[in-house]
């Protein structure tokens, strides 16, 4: 198959899974709570997902949740993780980020629901699944009364590598890979922060394995650390390798992932595309010579998506820089010129039009804010329901927002 | 835990093929649990606190034996007549001597002299310099291995590298065999090592004394006993170490486990004794009982075990508990304390 082949095969998955993913929630959540229904639609759910499944989807969760005691730390969490992505998964402190990637690693077991990696139920082939995996989970520990060399000596050997002097051609690879081969001797005890994150890193990539999951691999390093990690995890993916990324620096997650999720108090807020995502929430900035004519430039806005132009999503003044006011259009670029005309129309000329590129921080913090508003964990579902809507055929949700 | 169906049977994605500089061992449960262990001692051998363990408890058994030695030394060089019967202007005792010792009695207080030495030195030689060395190997190598025992288990969850164990491929089965094999290796290295160098270091001082070693005591029946005197001691110190392993996973920490089985050990000596007097003052039903008890102790029953055997190293009484009702007992002790260990570790979220 070709790439675009794949690709396009990939989006079919993405749509179908959303759809489904959307339509069992839609479902329970209008459903009764009868646990007996609840069960009915959780198989379904998964024998509805399952048909699509195929070899590369790397991993792939279904209603995975955790509770510990009444705090619901994830919530019928549904991923889906490509052979060759590069995943972003985002979310702020405590909403469920690490307890997903230890539900993933067999490290907690789920209160409900299931993660597939590989093709493998997690919760019966974990052994096969982790032999495939180099994982860093938060900050990397270690053998403080071993070197660097010889603590990966020993997860060489709990890794299934054999052991004696066969992988010391390897050892010496991944201790060149984080810049450590100077340091291979000295006890990990003296290592700075920064050298523990990298010693995690070759631990991580010791096996060559196909998924690298990293939770936060950029905690502790100095700038030209965060740069090299980045060249690192592009090169990995260039190599074919699959990469699940956990951090806060969005920055850093928006020049390397090709596709992320986003958690809120442990339920999926967003999924998808980066680029699309971002095209998502796409605006345009129209200032105008006077602050009056700002005001009529909102209100004709306003009116014109009233009256037919569904691609303008909201229309709002904001104050810039040089705090003057500007109008925002939440519209594609590509409709500048349509949004130009119609101010022309009505005698209104802006003095600058121009796209303004949405980015994964705003982003982040759209989806975040707004799911929080939502209400929180337990009412996460509608918040899941209405920020799937976007990416759901048609539109037809968010015409309705 | 979903009950949902395995429907991704056969539809596992194929695994890429690794870098030529990746070479993967055997995959079998048996090889991975053999490499776990192997991983265990040279972890083990690397830490300081073992090699400050294995020096504490070799000083201990060589200030044993140079303590027998010194008493020894100081009998040596005494002269005979210090074994004489005391002088009636000192002592009037019915066997004070009231006379100048005749020949007759110096001799007898040079024989008095060796017998003393031959007795107080006996610990130097062997056979008895075997059971002396496994006497004080079960108590200070019981307190390092336990020591040792909390420590590679609750170092790892305490020092959150457990979850560098559980990211790699073992099964949890798997980590727990592979420390119950380690502490299993040093259980059985602590007390042949401490044996060997107790026998060693007393035959040597022995030549103090000028007393030969007789070897007839030595045979095969002999050698099969004294090996299985040893796997017993072997036996005592790996059973309070599973309480060591047990309570150190149940409380992810060293302190817990090395506290829980000293205080176990000591407790179980007090506990006995204090059950014994208890059941001697109360005749009946309830005494019995009571002095019951401490048959079921850990410690009574390795003894007991230790001293069925030690009957056929050297002359000794046999224990009033039998090997079966012993081995039972010890058997369910590690039952219980092992299969708790596998209970906590396979249903533990592993959150730190």
């Not at chain 1, 979310?91 to 299931?114: D, E, H």
């Not at chain 2, 500089?21 to 991975?32: A, H, K, N, P, W």
């Amino acid at each position: 198959m070709s790439n675009e082949g794949i690709a396009v095969g990939r989006q079919m998955y993405y749509t179908t899974h959303t759809n489904i993913t959307s339509c069992a929630t839609n479902r329970r959540i209008s459903g009764s709570s009868d646990e007996k229904h609840s069960t009915t639609i959780k198989e379904m759910v998964v024998t509805d997902i399952l048909p699509e499944y195929d070899t590369s989807t790397i991993i792939s969760t279904s209603r995975l949740t955790k509770a510990f005691g009444n705090l619901v730390a994830v919530n019928d969490l549904h991923l889906q993780v490509m052979r060759g992505d590069v995943f972003g998964f985002l979310g702020p402190n405590g909403s469920g980020k690490t307890t997903t990637i230890r539900m993933l690693l067999g490290l907690i077991r789920p209160t409900a629901g299931r993660a597939i990696l590989f093709g493998m139920d997690n919760a019966h082939q974990l052994s096969a699944i982790l032999q495939r995996i180099g994982a860093i989970v938060e900050t990397p520990v270690f053998y403080p009364y071993l070197s660097g060399l010889d603590n990966l000596r020993v997860i060489a050997a709990m890794s299934g590598m054999a052991q004696g002097k066969a992988n010391d051609t390897r050892l010496a690879e991944v201790l060149e890979i984080v810049e450590l081969r100077s340091y291979e001797k000295l006890a990990y005890s003296k290592y700075s922060l920064g050298m523990k994150q990298r010693l995690g890193i070759a631990a991580a990539l010791l096996t060559d394995p196909e998924l690298v999951l990293l939770d936060e691999p950029t905690n502790g390093l100095d700038p030209a650390g965060v740069i090299e990690i980045r060249r690192l995890i592009l090169r990995l993916s260039s190599l074919g390798k699959t990469i699940f990324l956990s951090s806060h620096i969005l920055h850093e997650v928006q020049n390397v992932c090709n596709r992320v999720a986003i958690l809120q108090k442990g339920n999926l807020v967003k999924q998808g595309n980066v680029s699309e995502l971002l095209r998502s929430s796409e605006q345009i900035e129209i200032r105008m010579n006077e602050a009056d004519e700002a005001q009529q430039a909102l209100q004709l806005l306003q009116q014109a998506q009233g009256q037919g132009l569904d691609w303008i999503a909201n229309v709002t003044i904001e104050a810039n820089r040089r705090e003057r006011p500007v109008v925002i259009v939440g519209a594609p670029a590509q409709r500048s010129a349509e949004i130009n005309r119609v101010l022309a129309q009505n005698n209104l000329f802006a003095a600058e039009i121009h796209p303004r590129e949405g980015n994964l921080e705003e982003l982040f913090l759209e989806v975040t804010t707004s799911a929080a508003q939502a209400g929180g964990a337990h009412v996460g579902m509608e918040a899941l329901a209405e920020t799937l809507a976007p990416e759901m055929p048609g539109g037809g949700k968010r015409g309705s927002r | 835990m979903s009950t949902l169906p395995q429907t991704t049977r056969g539809k596992e994605t194929p695994a890429a093929v690794r870098r030529h500089t990746v070479i993967m061992g055997r995959q079998d449960f048996l090889s991975v649990v053999l490499r776990l262990i192997g991983v265990e001692i040279y972890k083990v051998r690397r830490r300081i606190m073992s090699k400050v363990l294995s020096s504490i408890a070799i000083l201990v058994m060589l200030a044993a034996f140079a303590l027998i030695a010194a008493i020894s030394l100081v009998i040596t060089v005494e002269p005979p007549s210090t074994f004489l019967p005391p002088s009636c202007a000192l002592a009037r005792t019915p066997t004070c001597l009231d006379h100048p010792p005749t020949q007759a009695e110096l001799t007898q207080a040079a024989q008095a002299k060796q017998n003393a030495l031959k007795s107080v030195s006996a610990p130097l030689r062997l056979p008895d310099s075997l059971t002396f060395s496994v006497g004080i190997t079960n108590t200070i190598g019981l307190v390092l291995l336990v020591i040792l025992a909390g420590t590679i288990v609750g170092g790892e969850y305490g020092g959150g590298t457990v979850r560098l164990i559980f990211t790699r491929g073992p099964t949890r089965t798997q980590f727990l065999i592979s420390k119950i094999g380690a502490i299993l290796v040093c259980s059985a290295l602590t007390v042949a090592v401490l044996a060997v160098i107790g026998i060693v270091v007393g035959a040597l001082a022995n030549f103090i004394t000028g007393i030969g070693i007789d070897f007839g005591f030595f045979t095969g029946t002999w050698a099969l006993h004294a090996l299985l005197y040893l796997l017993i001691a072997a036996l005592g110190l790996f059973v309070y170490s599973m309480i060591a392993l047990f309570l150190s996973t149940m409380g992810k920490a060293t302190a817990a486990g090395v506290a829980g089985a000293l205080v176990w050990w000591v407790l179980e000596g007090i506990v006995g004794q204090v059950l014994t007097t208890i059941g001697f003052f109360n005749r009946g039903p309830l005494g019995d009982f009571l002095k019951a008890i401490p048959d079921y102790f850990i410690g009574n029953n390795i003894g007991a075990l230790l001293q069925n055997q030690s009957q056929y190293l050297s002359p000794d009484q046999p224990s009033t508990l039998s090997d079966l009702h012993a081995l039972l007992v010890i058997a369910a002790y590690l039952i219980l304390f092992i299969g708790l260990s596998w209970w906590i570790s396979e249903r533990r979220d592993v959150t730190n």
